[in-house]
């Protein structure tokens, strides 16, 4: 069998891998999975492309794994006994930022790794752990060729306005600027809604990625145009545990009168806002949705609320809208978020179909609609395989 690509998603404590078979025009998926729970009660899933669980890497090995480098020592011998290959062609991450200069996906050299980990202190919640399975795969396989593909390249094409944060030029030199994110998932979605649209992408898109991390994106001409992220994953929508938009008169008088300090405010502003701290419950939307307690109700208004109002300026943005796409876990699965999304929507031309959103199609706003609405399931790993099959010219 062909050398299989392996195609990397690291976190604090995950380790998302998908592997795909090269050699046609198009990737194809032959499995994907995760070790989760690293340095805790560490649990592995893994199925093949059509949906069968393969066999687990050995009990043992998956009980002495503390850290992604040990993670990583495991994957071929599991590639091998799930027929799966015995090496790899190649490995292609997700790295969450590229700074103002990685805006195209690169090939890994040790001196782009260096810059890369020097952009540690602007996504400190992600950044590293990318570049630490970056460097733990090239100390096993110091010949396999890696690739990094950034969640801020799709923002990069943003005009000048929409990048500033108002600060001081000065600050702004230092990096200080509206960057965004889940650029990886929007590529993905721009290029399958034009399949979609019979090969011409609608003009003016807002793109709704809303998962537990959740932005929204204004594409002109299948471009960023603006978006929610802004130099931080903190900022816009209202997500399952991070806190959205927030005036910084607030973070100040926290300072002041609740003496809360830097890392107090982090950890409320990442970890205990959001759904979580509106509701009191939980930050998983299906659980909300299916609970009968005011608190949730509230929660999901103001979650609602919070992605119509971006909508208004992102279409503003774009001096008006053709098209509006749902992804992520919940823009894909929540049918009560987008209706409700939608019927708010309604003065902007957006007119819902509820039969077609309940059933869960790709097209769910009526023929007569102004704007049409879509769901589009995303697909990140494919987009990264895309990147990393034509940077290594793996046909």
């Known amino acids: 069998m062909q050398a299989p690509l392996l195609i990397l998603n690291a976190g604090s404590s995950s380790l998302k891998f998908a592997l795909y078979r090269t050699g046609s025009a198009e990737p194809t998926l032959l499995a994907r999975g995760q070790f989760a729970g690293i340095g805790r009660a560490l649990a592995f899933s893994a199925k093949s492309a059509d949906g069968l669980a393969l066999t687990p890497p050995d009990a043992a090995a998956l009980a002495a794994t503390r850290n992604h480098a040990d993670a990583l020592l495991l994957l071929p011998a599991w590639l091998q006994a799930n027929d799966l290959g015995s090496a790899l062609a190649g490995a292609g991450h997700r790295v969450v930022h590229g700074g103002t200069r990685f805006t195209l996906p690169e090939r890994i050299t040790p001196e782009s790794l260096d810059a890369l980990a020097a952009l540690e202190p602007l996504a400190p919640h992600h950044q590293p752990h990318n570049v630490a399975a970056i460097r733990a795969l090239m100390a096993q396989q110091p010949d396999l060729p890696q690739v990094a593909c950034f969640d801020t390249a799709f923002h990069a094409t943003m005009p000048a306005t929409a990048q500033s944060l108002g600060l001081p030029r000065a600050l702004e030199a230092k990096g200080l600027r509206r960057y965004g994110f889940h650029g990886l998932s929007y590529e993905y979605v721009t290029g399958r809604l034009?399949?979609?649209?019979?090969?011409?992408?609608?003009?003016?898109?807002?793109?709704?990625?809303?998962?537990?991390?959740?932005?929204?994106?204004?594409?002109?001409?299948?471009?960023?145009?603006?978006?929610?992220?802004?130099?931080?994953?903190?900022?816009?929508?209202?997500?399952?545990?991070?806190?959205?938009?927030?005036?910084?008169?607030?973070?100040?008088?926290?300072?002041?009168?609740?003496?809360?300090?830097?890392?107090?405010?982090?950890?409320?502003?990442?970890?205990?806002?959001?759904?979580?701290?509106l509701s009191d419950i939980s930050a998983d939307m299906k659980t909300l949705l299916e609970s009968g307690d005011s608190r949730a109700a509230a929660a999901i208004e103001q979650y609602c609320y919070a992605i119509v109002r971006h909508a208004g300026s992102l279409a503003a943005a774009l001096g008006g809208l053709d098209a509006l796409v749902f992804t992520g876990g919940v823009g894909e699965n929540a049918a009560p978020i987008r209706s409700q999304v939608c019927r708010a929507l309604a003065w902007l031309g957006v007119d819902l179909d509820e039969t077609a959103n309940a059933r869960g199609g790709s097209l769910v706003t009526t023929p007569s609609s102004r704007v049409a609405a879509y769901v589009v399931p995303t697909d990140e790993e494919l987009v990264i395989a895309r990147h990393t099959a034509a940077l290594l010219c793996i046909v």
């Not at 609608?202 to 929610?228: C, E, F, Q, W, Y």
Request: with cysteine.
């Open 194 to 277: 034009a399949e979609l649209c019979g090969g011409r992408l609608p003009k003016r898109v807002i793109i709704a990625h809303l998962g537990n991390g959740a932005s929204m994106a204004a594409v002109l001409d299948g471009k960023g145009h603006a978006t929610t992220m802004g130099f931080s994953t903190l900022d816009g929508l209202v997500m399952g545990t991070r806190i959205g938009s927030l005036d910084p008169g607030a973070i100040l008088h926290l300072m002041r009168t609740e003496r809360m300090d830097l890392k107090a405010l982090e950890d409320m502003f990442y970890n205990r806002s959001g759904l979580l701290g």
